[in-house]
């Protein structure tokens, strides 16, 4: 899912479920030398248990 966030893209992975905003909303951010796979693992743990 993509974004815009203070004028500039951003990407969003949702787990692999819809998004839905009665939800609680983890952010994950990843530092320069990493992409968003570094956060696959938890990114799906977190969309099939309630977040």
């Known amino acids: 899912m993509m ?20 939800l ?3 952010v994950f951010v990843h ?8 956060w696959t693992l938890l990114a799906r743990w977190f969309a099939h248990h309630g977040h």
């Not at 530092?31 to 570094?38: E, T, Y």
């Open 3 to 22: 974004l815009t966030v203070n004028g500039r893209g951003a990407y969003a992975y949702t787990g692999g479920k819809p998004f839905d905003t009665t």
């Open 24 to 26: 609680p909303c983890v």
């Open 31 to 38: 530092g320069a030398l990493n992409d968003h796979s570094v």
